[in-house]
């Protein structure tokens, strides 16, 4: 499967105790998990083929593991958040299931499957519109029109569209450096050399919190032009401070239009627990 992939983990009526040991375990094993509901997680797979296999192995690995704990949990992946879930409530305790298409998927299920308020689902059955498909065929324009902003998202998961990222957790305090160069920087060479100070002083903020990175947000404050951003993610997730500038200095070997740098800002966007040694 090339392209997002999310792999989404279901268990039925899962205590507090199951769900909170099956995200402990999720988040030591993949870079990117969210929280859907109780007892269900997506996790974002994109890329990582290299660092953990393909997702089906991921995924058998995860069934090993949980089962190994007596926790039966069902695994769906598909290109979007949404589809790996509903895909995962429709597949057997300790079994997965995989689909490359997810609008083709949904299209034969019910509306009662989508996230959508009954009085919606009343005016649409009265529209005729009894399945994914059939709600997913109006335009998208005409949707937005008459049943506003939440309706639309929903139109387009039921296209099977990417718009429902999986996101990981927030530094639980802002994890922000800044720096000021009284001469601009023109090369990208001294631009990853004075880049250095604010990457150790975000590696010593991970360390005193716990946390390594896992996706980075670079502002440069430019002179005669507007400020560049680079967002990066950090795969695997890392706090040492070599890790997280050799990822920022390969996003700056893409990039030609760096001008003259003036200043930068460097956040940590999305954070995991630190595993072991960073």
Do not use: N
Not at 84 to 92: D, F, G, I, K, S
Not at 222 to 241: F, N, Y
Request: glycine fraction near 8%.
């Amino acid at each position: 499967m090339t392209g997002p992939v999310t792999l989404a983990v279901v268990a039925r009526d899962a205590s507090a105790p199951l769900h909170e040991w099956l995200l402990a375990t999720l988040r030591g094993a993949l870079p990117r998990v969210g929280v859907l509901a109780p007892g269900a997680f997506a996790c974002d797979l994109a890329g990582t083929d290299r660092l953990l296999g393909a997702p089906p192995v991921v995924a058998r690995r995860i069934l090993a593991r949980c089962e190994r704990a007596d926790a039966f949990v069902s695994i769906g992946i598909a290109p979007a958040p949404f589809v790996a879930r509903v895909l995962a409530e429709r597949t057997p305790p300790g079994e997965l299931r995989a689909v490359s298409d997810g609008q083709s998927y949904l299209a034969p299920l019910s509306l009662d499957t989508m996230p959508l308020e009954e009085k919606v689902r009343d005016e649409l059955a009265l529209l005729g519109l009894r399945t994914i498909g059939d709600f997913a065929a109006l335009p998208r324009a005409a949707v937005f029109d008459r049943f506003g902003s939440a309706v639309a998202r929903a139109h387009a998961l039921a296209r099977g569209e990417y718009g429902d990222l999986v996101r990981a957790d927030a530094p639980p305090r802002r994890i922000l450096v800044r720096r000021v160069w009284d001469d601009a920087i023109v090369s990208r060479e001294q631009l990853v050399f004075a880049l250095r100070g604010a990457v150790d002083e975000v590696e010593a903020l991970l360390a005193t919190d716990g946390l390594a990175a896992l996706r980075l947000d670079l502002r440069l404050v430019r002179e005669g032009a507007a400020p560049l951003r680079i967002d990066r993610t950090i795969l695997p997730p890392a706090r040492e401070s070599a890790a997280l500038l050799r990822s920022l200095r390969w996003a700056l070997e893409e990039r030609d239009d760096l001008g003259h740098v003036t200043g930068c800002a460097l956040g940590v966007v999305e954070a995991e627990p630190a595993r072991g040694r960073q």
